[in-house]
């Protein structure tokens, strides 16, 4: 299949980006193995005005430096210091968009993905949130800045057979808002419906056309 061309990422409109991704194919080639999966669910981060963004009033630190980034670079970082969290920039160079892979399902290389994870068979813990499915894929914080559109890049997003309707798509609140005050309740969290692979959510997801 093809890889996903900077176009695709070279928008403003990250939260139609986030559902764009679902049903996409994420590609990684760690230690001449490759593992793939569906994204099955996103979540969208917004600067300057969105309070749960880490550039957040286009705040510049050596971390959120990457979000500032050409579309299609990736950011990860650590979280609660355990956690290798992967993001994509999105939006034109300067504007800190960014999109959160959340899970995927897998496809290629589960043998791989259980042993990183070690676990013995197939379960949706395998790959069920985004601390779960980048060790699945053996990504980590090695991989921050990258440039996914980049022909050598070992992580990369292919485009798949088919594209989602907008009723297979449920959004809900993002997780762990609970400082973001008026954002904490913004709808930003995108999921396949009835997808066993996505995480369960802190509270009722709803249909919706954003």
């Known amino acids: ?3 996903l061309s900077r176009s695709f990422f070279n928008t403003e409109d990250v939260l139609g980006v986030s559902q764009k991704l679902l049903g996409k194919h994420l590609v990684s080639n760690i230690g001449n193995h490759r593992c793939s999966g569906i994204i099955v669910e996103t979540e969208a981060y917004r600067a300057p005005d969105d309070k749960a963004c880490h550039a957040y009033q286009n705040k510049r630190t ?24 992967f993001n994509i ?13 959340r899970a995927i399902q897998p496809i ?6 259980l042993q ?3 676990m013995s068979k197939l379960h949706p813990r395998l790959v069920n949130g985004p601390g779960k499915f980048t060790v699945a894929m053996g990504i980590n914080k090695s991989l921050n800045a990258i440039d ?10 292919e485009e798949s057979v088919s594209n ?11 997780v762990g808002m609970s400082t ?10 995108f999921r396949i419906k009835g997808n066993k692979f996505t995480s369960k959510p802190d509270v009722v997801f709803y249909p919706e056309k954003v």
Request: charged share 20%; net charge positive.
């Open 148 to 157: 996914l559109c980049d022909p050598k890049s070992p992580v990369w997003i």
């Open 1 to 3: 299949m093809n890889r």
């Open 62 to 85: 050596p971390r959120t430096e990457t979000m500032f980034a050409k579309p299609g670079t990736v950011y990860v970082y650590i979280c609660y210091g355990i956690h290798h969290l």
């Open 89 to 101: 920039v999105t939006a034109p160079e300067g504007k800190a968009h960014a999109i959160l892979i």
């Open 116 to 118: 990183r994870r070690n």
């Open 108 to 113: 290629e290389g589960t043998d791989i993905m």
């Open 180 to 189: 973001a005050e008026e954002c904490s309740n913004w709808p930003w969290r």
């Open 164 to 174: 989602l309707k907008s009723n297979q798509i449920i959004a809900g609140p993002r």
